[in-house]
């Protein structure tokens, strides 16, 4: 029988996955498990017929740390492997201010075939659920001491999971638990529509960033599949709702390709997009991935174009690279069997 995994379930879930009949049972458990427990020998307010009975019956963790990876730079990935054998990438970054930020994955592998990323060329093995995403932001917290924040950016298209992140989200922001404010969770999307409204409109009230790469029609759709049926003119709008409906400045993304996406013109076309919405820009140097036809763009053109829009009066960050040395760094994600 295959035993119940508990980290990610609420106290009522628990108690009635468990057929507890003393309903503050759940909410004990549920205290041990948000605050790192083991094992259910340290819950020590629970009798010993219940320990034994967990014992028994579930597991704390569905999921196991494979490998523990760490760069010169501070970052940290995790290998994780998950109860059916596949696995997945998480990873610690810390900057220059000491703040730590988990950056966790919602899906093994990616169907959204991003051309520039690791993770999209290996296709989608399949959702993660609430409880093994709430499981990487526990082996990240037990690396970091303390986490700032939380972002979902790591492997997978988080729209295309959203349940399993409003669950692993409510989880992680209750109060008798790890108390998080949703403040500190960003979502990170590739720009699909659908899912900005829904989570405009349903919550939870999180900051949203955009991997918006180019605001160039013909080479977005050539280097993100998802424009095809996400169009940059609806995508502006989403934006904008987002934006207005949750009162947070929307982020939008964009690896900077040499040769492809850092032109003038790409400049220009982004500041035209950007223009009357309320976002800031983070460009990041692309991260090479040797099996990719990209090639990483060099100082003075990451600074050309920054300087372009700032000329134009946006908010623009270029992000330092971080995690290369351990394959940790943004896009670069990929590990979904022991093959590969
Ligand atoms: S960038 Fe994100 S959405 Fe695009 S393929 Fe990679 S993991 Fe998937």
């Given amino acids: 029988m295959q035993k119940i995994s508990l980290?990610?379930?609420?106290?009522?879930?628990?108690?009635?996955?468990?057929?507890?009949?003393?309903?503050?049972?759940?909410?004990?458990?549920?205290?041990?498990?948000?605050?790192?427990?083991?094992?259910?020998?340290?819950?020590?307010?629970?009798s010993k017929e219940l320990r034994?009975?967990?014992?028994?019956?579930?597991?704390?963790?569905?999921?196991?740390?494979?490998?523990?990876?760490?760069?010169?730079?501070?970052?940290?990935?995790?290998?994780?492997?998950?109860?059916?054998?596949?696995f997945i990438e998480t990873v610690l970054l810390t900057d220059k201010a000491d703040r730590k930020t988990a950056c966790v994955s919602c899906q093994a592998g990616c169907a959204m075939k991003c051309a520039f990323c690791q993770t999209g060329t290996l296709g989608l093995a399949r959702n993660l659920t609430a409880g093994e995403i709430v499981e990487e932001f526990m082996y990240l917290e037990e690396e970091a001491g303390t986490l700032d924040n939380i972002v979902f950016m790591g492997m997978g298209e988080p729209m295309m999971n959203l349940e399993a992140i409003?669950?692993?989200?409510?989880?992680?922001?209750?109060?008798?638990?790890?108390?998080?404010?949703?403040?500190?969770?960003?979502?990170?999307?590739?720009?699909v529509i659908k899912g900005i409204y829904d989570l405009a409109d349903n919550g939870p009230n999180i900051r949203l960033a955009v991997s918006l790469t180019t605001a160039d029609e013909e080479l977005r759709e050539r280097l993100m599949p998802v424009q095809k049926g996400n169009p940059l003119g609806e995508l502006r709008k989403a934006i904008?709702?987002?934006?207005?409906?949750?009162?947070?400045?929307?982020?939008?993304?964009?690896?900077?390709?040499?040769?492809?996406?850092?032109?003038?013109?790409?400049?220009?076309?982004?500041?035209?997009?950007a223009r009357g919405i309320d976002v800031n820009i983070n460009l990041i140097p692309w991260n090479p991935i040797e099996t990719l036809p990209f090639s990483e763009p060099d100082a003075s053109e990451c600074k050309a174009f920054v300087s372009q829009l700032e000329n134009a009066g946006l908010n623009v960050t270029l992000r330092t690279r971080r995690g290369r040395t351990i394959k940790g760094a943004c896009g670069q994600l990929g590990k979904t069997s022991q093959e590969n």
Avoid at 175 to 186: A, K, P, Q, V, W
Avoid at 248 to 272: F, P, W, Y
Wanted: aromatic share 6%; with cysteine; proline share 1%.
């Fill in 166 to 191: 409003r669950g692993a989200i409510a989880w992680l922001s209750s109060t008798d638990g790890r108390n998080l404010s949703t403040r500190r969770i960003t979502l990170s999307t590739c720009g």
């Fill in 52 to 86: 034994d009975e967990l014992e028994e019956k579930a597991v704390i963790r569905s999921s196991t740390v494979n490998q523990v990876l760490k760069d010169p730079d501070g970052t940290i990935k995790l290998q994780i492997r998950l109860s059916d054998g596949l």
């Fill in 240 to 273: 904008n709702y987002y934006a207005e409906k949750s009162g947070k400045r929307v982020t939008l993304e964009a690896a900077l390709l040499h040769g492809e996406n850092t032109s003038k013109e790409s400049a220009d076309r982004m500041i035209n997009f």
């Fill in 7 to 46: 980290t990610g379930l609420t106290p009522l879930q628990i108690n009635e996955t468990l057929g507890l009949k003393q309903a503050f049972r759940g909410k004990q458990i549920f205290k041990w498990i948000s605050s790192h427990a083991k094992s259910f020998s340290e819950m020590t307010n629970l």
